[in-house]
Each structure stands twice: as C-alpha cells, then as structure tokens.
C-alpha cells in the first residue's frame, strides 16, 4: 500500500505550528450518510500560518472533512470556530475560506484574469480594486505574462497556479485544497509540491491540504493529519509521525516497516528468533522497525544495544538510490532490509539493527 519513503525530509519544527494561535477549531465533528459513519468524532487544530495535510486511503472522510469546513456539507454533530467565531453557522459564502477542487473548473471563454477575477466582479467590487487585486493574484503565482490568454492555451500546472490565484484574490484566512496535484504527471507534480509550498510561505495563510498521497504529505506539510475510517489515527510533524508511529497502520500506511509481534518476559523481548533486553512493560508487544535501519552486518563484534541475526536472500529489489532486501530468517522471521544500492548481495547475510529503533506502536483493531 505505502510506497518508501526516507526519514531524512525537511519539515517545519513542530514547536513553530505550537506556538502559533489556533485560526480553525475543529470539535467532535461527525458526519453520517443514512446509516454510514464517514466521520466519527474528529477533533482538530489549524494554527495561523500552517501547512496540515489530511491524509488517508480512499474512503477515509477526508474530503468529507473538507466539505464541512468549506460549507458544502453539514455535519451531524460537532462545531467549527474561527476564532471567537463558530463557522458552521455560517454559509460557505460567509466563511473566510476559499477551496481549490480536484477539477479546477476554469470558464474556458474567460481570460486568465477574467477567471481570477470572477468572484470580485460578482461581489461588485470597483473595477480599479479588481485589476489591482488581480494583478497582485497573478504576480503571486507567476501568471502575470498569461494574464490574456484562455485555459485552452496555458499547462495544467499553470491552470492550477490561476485556480490558486482565483482562490486568493479574496483575500482568505484558510485555503483548502482538494488533491489539487492528482491530475498532474509526475515530475511538474514535484515541481508544484515545492511551488506550492513556497508559495503558501509567502503568502502566510493557512492551508488545509487534502491528499491519498503519503509521499506528497511528507514532503510539504507542517503536521499531517492521518484518518482512517472516519477517525484521526494520529496527528504529528511528518518526521514525527515516520519516526514514532502510534499504531502499526501509521507505521504501514507511511513508508515501509517490519512489524515484529512478540512478549516481554523479565526484561527481554522475544521476536521470534530475536531477543533483546528493552525497559518495556510485561506482557505481549508489537514493535515498528524501519527498513532503513536493519544493516547488513560488518566483520567484528556489535556494540551495546545492537541486535544481529542471520539470514537467507529471498528479494532484492531495486529502487534507484537503495534496494529493499527481503531476508527470511529463523522461525519464519521476514525482515526487509533497505540499503544504498551496489550489486547483488550474497544469499546468506548477518543482519544487524539497534534495540532503540524498533518503537513500540498499538495494535490497529478493524474499523468498520
């Protein structure tokens, strides 16, 4: 399901989204659709100024999420505030939120400007107001020498800088984005990650990004916001979330893990045919191990808190840069082992990983 993804990605400090003030309250929202629980019980933050990702398979209620916040839908239960201001009382027209869709619905006979300008000449407002209102949109975004042409003529990355424009042009506290990268190919929807991103910077607003794509979440977000079934499964910086999972389907569903099932007896962990002395509660355990962090042993005794086993080559695949490795070892142990790609490697290896980076998560129960 998840695809790599490496621990070493540039993120904001958490202590930067925690010391700004909270812009949107989100309080026990519930939506359901006849007898469908989408969403149950979600309760979330969005500070001044951040970049937070809502993350999670199809299904999950993510967009669902990004409807009641914009006003398309209506919750079941829960309240939304701005501020001193509950929003959920409001009509989306009255809302200080502007939304990006999937579909960025441009009029195709309207100009780029003329797009970017339609809300401002519906609400009325005086014409020199529009044209330098507009004329600051598209300097933002970089579209000021495609100001005159039509849709037709311009890149489906520029039509998405001109669906961001439209949505800044007035003025929003809070921009939502619905997949807005999904209909990109692959390298100009890297190229729009960082732009995108850059651009949120610059501007100072919050941006509350809706996405399926874990990679993309990692890559541009201050905190991700993972749901799953309908309910927050963890909510955390992305080095956070990647380094310290809080259940085995974050640690799954963000990049690649070994989930090693075991019991702690007297101060032991016992993993199958691995053990290891850890200062952790009596009773059964599950543990994350990230790929990454399995090596391939070297000649010569293992330092303190070093765990080595032994093992046969099943898989070697190659991905660019690295190779994940998949290693069956005794009593069926299947440990997949990434490491920076030089060849083939002999059909028996010693693998060796420290005890402090297999972290401790919560079982994942099935969600209905």
Not at 95 to 108: E, G, W
Not at 264 to 283: F, K, T
Request: proline share 6%; net charge positive; glycine share 8%.
């Amino acid at each position: 399901m998840a695809s790599p993804i490496p621990p070493t990605i540039a993120v904001s400090a958490s202590a930067q989204s925690a010391a700004k003030p909270a812009l949107l309250s989100i309080q026990h929202v519930a939506k359901s659709f006849g007898r469908n629980a989408v969403l149950r019980n979600v309760s979330l933050e969005i500070a001044e100024g951040e970049f937070l990702t809502i993350l999670g398979e199809s299904g999950s209620g993510k967009t669902t999420l990004l409807r009641i916040v914009a006003g398309f839908e209506t919750a079941t239960s829960g309240e939304l505030w701005m501020g001193p201001e509950r929003l959920d009382h409001q009509p989306p027209y009255r809302r200080r939120v502007n939304t990006v869709f999937q579909s960025y619905a441009l009029f195709p006979h309207l100009t780029v400007e003329e797009n970017v300008g339609y809300g401002l000449r519906v609400a009325k407002r005086p014409a020199a107001e529009i044209a330098q209102r507009v004329a600051e949109a598209l300097d933002k975004v970089k579209m000021t020498a495609h100001a005159k042409a039509k849709p037709s003529k311009i890149s489906g990355g520029q039509q998405q800088r001109v669906a961001l424009a439209r949505a800044l042009v007035n003025r929003p506290r809070l921009l939502l984005l619905d997949e807005p990268l999904s209909a990109l190919d692959a390298n100009l929807r890297r190229q729009m990650q960082v732009e995108l991103k850059s651009l949120q910077r610059e501007v100072g607003i919050a941006f509350v990004f809706v996405t399926h794509d874990q990679e993309e979440a990692m890559v541009m977000s201050d905190r991700i916001a993972l749901l799953r079934s309908g309910e927050l499964e963890q909510v955390a910086t992305p080095r956070e979330i990647y380094s310290r999972p809080a259940t085995a389907y974050v640690a799954q569903f963000i990049g690649h893990t070994n989930l090693l099932k075991g019991e702690v007896q007297g101060g032991i962990v016992r993993c199958a045919a691995l053990a290891w002395p850890a200062p952790l509660p009596e009773g059964p355990v599950l543990l994350s191990l990230r790929p990454e962090h399995v090596r391939l042993a070297g000649p010569g005794a293992s330092g303190t808190g070093v765990v080595r086993i032994r093992g046969r080559v099943m898989h070697q695949a190659f991905h660019g840069a690295t190779e994940l490795i998949r290693v069956e070892c005794a009593d069926r142990l299947l440990l997949v082992v990434r490491t920076a790609s030089g060849g083939v490697v002999q059909s028996e290896v010693e693998l060796e990983f420290s005890a402090a980076d297999a972290v401790q998560v919560r079982e994942s129960p099935e969600r209905i």
